[in-house]
């Protein structure tokens, strides 16, 4: 499988478990529902995940390990969301991560902490609540060409 399209579904919460018995889609799109939070387990050890959309929900909370088992994982999109802080841990595992989008949510602070190292190519954090940058908040993603 390539593609799950589950936008626009009116989902309200994932169960831990829940993409365990497709472990070779590549997208999931859970776009346009009314998600709070990603919580752990959501995706098996071994899968084929690149892309995860979930971009216009009510998520306010990401659980430290809910992308622990998405290394493969090339674009997250959690744009227009509740996001008020980004959390290091929760992004860690996504060793191949390229583009990642978090425009339009309430993210106030980054930091030279803030982001661990990811082969970032593309970062978006338009249209968010930050006032201001620290010296070397992106020092750890070498490979970044568009902010």
Not at 78 to 86: K, P, Q, S, V
Request: aromatic share 8%; proline share 6%; net charge neutral.
């Amino acid at each position: 499988m390539w593609l799950n399209n589950f936008a626009h579904c009116q989902i309200s919460q994932l169960e831990p478990h829940t993409f365990f018995d497709v472990s070779r889609i590549q997208k999931i799109h859970l776009d346009n529902n009314d998600l709070r939070t990603l919580p752990s387990e959501l995706f098996p050890q071994h899968n084929d995940l690149k892309t995860l959309s979930v971009r216009h929900n009510r998520i306010s909370g990401i659980h430290p390990d809910a992308f622990r088992e998405l290394v493969k994982l090339e674009e997250l999109d959690l744009r227009g969301n509740r996001l008020a802080e980004i959390r290091r841990e929760v992004f860690a595992p996504l060793k191949s991560l390229q583009f990642l989008h978090l425009q339009n949510n309430g993210i106030r602070y980054v930091t030279v902490n803030t982001f661990p190292p990811l082969p970032l190519e593309s970062l978006s954090l338009t249209n968010n609540k930050i006032d201001s940058l620290e010296r070397g908040t992106f020092s750890m993603m070498p490979s970044l060409k568009h902010l």
